[in-house]
C-alpha cells in the first residue's frame, strides 16, 4: 500500500484512533539521533546546543517541516 492509498483511511479514524496511529509510526522511526525527552534536562540542553552548534557551522543544513514531509513522502 503507498502512502496515498492509507492516509485517507487513516484521517477518516476518530481522534484518539489517529493519535494512536500517530504515536505507533512515530515509535516505528529508528532517528539517528537520540531523543530528547530520553534525556535528562541538562542532557537535551546540551543536545539543543550541538545541534544548533551544527546548524550555525552549516555541518548539517536545518529542514523546514514542509521539506521534511515532502522528502519523507519519496
Do not use: G
Not at 539521533?33 to 548539517?60: G, K, M, N, P, T
Request: glycine share 0%; charged share 30%.
Amino acid at each position: 500500500m503507498s502512502i496515498n492509498q492509507i492516509a485517507p483511511e487513516a484521517l477518516r479514524l476518530p481522534t484518539k484512533e489517529r493519535a494512536l496511529l500517530a504515536a505507533t509510526l512515530w515509535e516505528s522511526i529508528q532517528d539517528p539521533y537520540q531523543l530528547a525527552v530520553d534525556l535528562e534536562d541538562d542532557e537535551a540542553v546540551s543536545l539543543a546546543v550541538l545541534r544548533d552548534r551544527e546548524i550555525e557551522s552549516c555541518e548539517v543544513t536545518a529542514l523546514s517541516h514542509e521539506e521534511f514531509m515532502k522528502r519523507v513522502r519519496k
